[in-house]
């Protein structure tokens, strides 16, 4: 290991090509991930930043913003479970905004998410914004009113609170703004329940979600599992409703293949790039291995070294990655793009980038081939 070490510091210039390639492998794995990450969070937003413990929709329903109205008598099915403390309804789906001009004149429509849920400090559906602000939830009682993530002003032609717009023949009021719920989608619109019902598409006696607490956190695998002996609604536990949704919109949209696509091309550039300088280095070492070779070191402890500074090219190119990921990921931050560097991320990227070194490390060993103690005589 000593030896391998100090070949890689006196042979620095040669081995630097392979450290930055596994950094850079390393660092678009990272980044990559959780740029994908932050934005498979922005789908699941209604569920992640509820309290409800249990949510029961539409049969077969495969993500949050895809629902579609159940009877709002099922609360009482619910209601009725021994482990159920609380149930609300929810209503959530897409409409369309048409900003107000000036002029009075209407604008190009945008898609939006309603999200209408009941307005008290208790509420269950609500989103945390909404339940620790008295003050906007008085507002949002009144009919018609509605509230907006700050930084999605922007797409929907706000300029301010106060200002109207026209959502499907109704009129609504923003009334007060929110931040850090911006949508993947259509920007998130938040408003009461009575609100959403008029703003979605003839929604009739129905609710899209039901939401339910339970008294033990621990039961709510049980309650939907319960409800799910009913085959005109499906129900899930929080947490698997936001895999579930995150996870449809991963594998059915554009975005979440050409994220996975570009970190592969990563990894797939790091090992070329990592096996050619591996390979090119130890090439040039020939006449120093069959040194080696004529004073009786066996193949396979050179073969060994080789691979032991394989391992070390992966760990000094990790080593690089990870402060520069944190960098990337806090510039992208103040730019508006989450990116989540979860420590599993982090982990996997360099497990990943590591094994990745070990594999060029042992497409370096073809270049072996030619070491012979005769090769310093010729």
């Known amino acids: 290991m000593s030896y391998a070490l100090t070949t890689i510091w006196y042979e620095r210039q040669r081995f630097l090509p392979a450290v930055l390639a596994v950094a850079f492998s390393a660092l678009l794995i990272s980044v990559q991930s959780g740029i994908l990450i932050g934005l498979l969070a922005l789908v699941s937003v209604p569920i992640d930043h509820s309290t409800g413990h249990v949510w029961a929709g539409y049969p077969g329903v495969r993500s949050v913003d895809l629902g579609r109205p159940i009877p709002e008598r099922w609360a009482g099915k619910l209601a009725a479970d021994p482990a159920v403390d609380r149930v609300e309804p929810c209503m959530l789906g897409f409409s369309q905004w048409t900003q107000i001009s000036k002029n009075r004149t209407p604008a190009t429509p ?67 703004t929110v931040h850090g719920y911006k949508s993947l989608g259509g920007p998130y619109v938040f408003c009461s329940v009575d609100t959403a019902k008029s703003l979605l598409k003839d929604p009739g006696d129905g609710v899209t979600y039901l939401v339910a607490t339970c008294r033990d956190p621990a039961e709510a695998k049980g309650v939907a599992d319960r409800l799910n002996r009913y085959p005109q609604v499906t129900a899930f536990t929080a947490d698997e409703f936001s895999w579930r949704s995150r996870i449809h919109w991963l594998f059915t949209t554009k975005s979440g293949v050409a994220v996975g696509f570009t970190g592969m091309l990563g990894l797939l550039v790091g090992a070329v790039v990592t096996s050619q300088t591996l390979y090119a280095a130890t090439a040039a070492s020939k006449r120093e291995f069959a040194t080696m070779r004529a004073m009786g070191i066996p193949t396979w402890r050179l073969q060994a070294t080789v691979l032991v500074q394989s391992f070390w090219v992966g760990a000094f190119g990790i080593a690089l990655a990870l402060p520069l990921s944190v960098g990337i990921a806090a510039v992208a931050e103040m730019f508006g793009t989450r990116v989540e560097l979860h420590p599993l991320v982090l982990i996997a990227a360099a497990v990943i980038t590591l094994a990745m070194a070990m594999l060029a490390g042992f497409a370096a060993l073809r270049s072996f081939q030619g070491v012979d103690p005769a090769h310093n005589i010729r």
């Open 110 to 176: 945008e898609v939006i998410t309603v999200v209408g849920t009941r307005l008290h400090p208790g509420s269950i559906a609500a989103i945390d914004a909404i339940r620790s602000s008295p003050e906007l939830m008085a507002k949002l009682a009144e009919p018609g009113a509605v509230a907006v993530d700050d930084e999605e002003m922007y797409r929907l032609g706000i300029t301010g609170i106060g200002d109207q717009a026209d959502v499907l023949g109704k009129r609504v009021r923003v009334v007060g």
